[in-house]
């Protein structure tokens, strides 16, 4: 259905679930029919969630019908104009209005959705999300949190900045430690978290200006900020079980990210070719299929797809541009347990308690728990 998103009547169907996702549609590279099709993966997992759903109201409702786990429980926003990948941020700052995305955003800002998801233009995203939400009091720089296979109990380490911003000084650092910590503490049920500064070396002499003060700044902040900070930690850290989140600025950690990815399907390309080559290796990938399929999902990256944007009033989660519905429904689902946990309220409830104490100028060690 289509309603005005400024009635009483625009909030999804009550009889089709409890939290309300907000999805622009019409982002990401593969269209639409791949995030309709995530979304009704979602909702055959769950039967809690409803969306509101943002793009061409033609399109959508074709695709929307042909699911039945979608029947009741969304409703459409029509929204002709589409950001592109191609579109710089300045510009979409501008002429955003209009388009799936910003009404992806808006909807969140009104409350009328708990978070908001988009596989679009990541530049475009965080512009439209600070735009419309603002950041934080006590917050300089937004951070895109990714959850990384690690060996740890749950399975996950937090790595940030992923992409939201390629610069960060000291007191960046400091911030994305901080929130990152909150991050583990409030949505992984981590009591005291294990933080990292990414570097080329572990030892205190080593990398750039920035990175030894942030090292400085964290080691301070770490007893007041109730989180451990183990010092700097290497690129072979990241999956490891030493740390549960993993400090960086978003040009090295968007890299990190994408390398990753790409090995992790490299190494399931291997796999596959090696277990093809003769009859013995296919006999031997029947009996070895349980444990292939374990490995299978541990490093597949698309369960894990979605990186929450921290530090706004509000919850955006950045689904990958070339996400199939598999990452997709990912991201829904991340989207879904932060805005049932309450993360959101209880971060910015931190965030404005610590910064209510703090003297002026120094709101950048406002964010401890």
Known sequence: MTTDPTSPASRAPEDGGSVVISVDAMGGDRGPSVVVAGMAESARKNPEIRFVVHGDEAQLRRLIERRKELSGRCDIRHMAGVITMEDKPSQIVRKGNGTSMWSAIESVKTGEAGAAVSCGNTGALMALSMLRLRKL???NRPA???LWPSKNPGGF???LDVGADIRADAPDLLQYALMGASYARNGMDIAEPRV????VGTEEHKGRAELKQANELITAAAETGNFQY??????GDLPSSRVDVIVTDGFTGNIALKTGEGTAKLVGEFLREAFANSIMSKFAALLAMTSLKRL???IDPRRVNGGIFL?????VVKSHGSADATGVSAAIKLAFQLTKSGFQDRLAARVAQSAATLPSGTETGGIAS
């Open 230 to 235: 183990v010092g700097f930690v290497e690129g």
């Open 296 to 298: 299978q999902k541990r």
């Open 311 to 315: 530090g706004l009033n509000g919850t």
């Open 144 to 146: 895109i949190a990714c």
């Open 157 to 159: 380490n937090i790595m």
């Open 137 to 139: 009091p006590g917050v």
């Open 196 to 199: 990292g500064l990414l570097n």
